[in-house]
């Protein structure tokens, strides 16, 4: 694939991620009540220190290098939604840790990854996709519902 194609499939697949990023986070607040929760955390290791990744708010399969990691969660419907930051250097390593975890699905659709997992009676869904604005930067929204 050529740089002028490139760059367009950057920029529509970033602004699909925004979109559906601003859609799961729509369904995650529903109606603002004292039932949804919003934190923001710098990296992992603040996020595991929070409690939030053991608590399964925030996926316990994310890249090591993640930051600026921001969720949403309901107390009343179980749901949550985030999104983070992480080196594209990471991505490849990532993704093998992925498909080790035992059902961890991960399937790749031109420049974006997408991995779905099952843990604790939640389901765990993630988009990964190049940031359009920074070339070695990886951007990933997650969603999170319970399982049935």
């Known amino acids: 694939m050529n740089e002028a ?6 920029i529509i697949a ?5 979109l559906a990023g601003a859609f799961i986070a729509h369904k995650a607040i ?3 009540d004292r039932e949804v929760k919003l934190s923001h955390y ?7 220190q929070s409690g939030i990744i053991e608590r399964g708010w925030v996926p316990e399969l994310l ?11 309901n107390l009343d419907t ?3 939604t ?23 699905e991960v399937k790749e659709v031109s420049a974006i990854t997408y991995v779905v997992y099952a843990r604790d009676r939640s ?8 940031d359009p604005q920074k070339a070695d930067v990886m951007v990933g929204v997650w969603g999170m519902k319970p399982t049935r």
């Not at 710098?42 to 595991?48: D, F, L, T």
């Not at 890249?63 to 969660?73: L, N, Y």
């Open 5 to 10: 194609m490139r760059r367009p499939l950057f």
């Open 14 to 18: 970033g602004s699909i991620l925004l």
């Open 30 to 32: 529903g109606s603002l």
């Open 42 to 48: 710098a990296n992992v290791p603040a996020a595991r």
């Open 63 to 73: 890249p090591a290098g993640s930051k600026d990691i921001t969720e949403i969660h």
């Open 78 to 80: 179980n749901t949550g």
């Open 82 to 104: 985030g999104t983070f930051r992480f080196p594209s250097a990471d991505l490849d390593t990532f993704k093998a840790q992925a498909r080790q975890l035992a059902g961890a």
């Open 123 to 130: 389901r765990f869904e993630l988009v990964l996709t190049p």
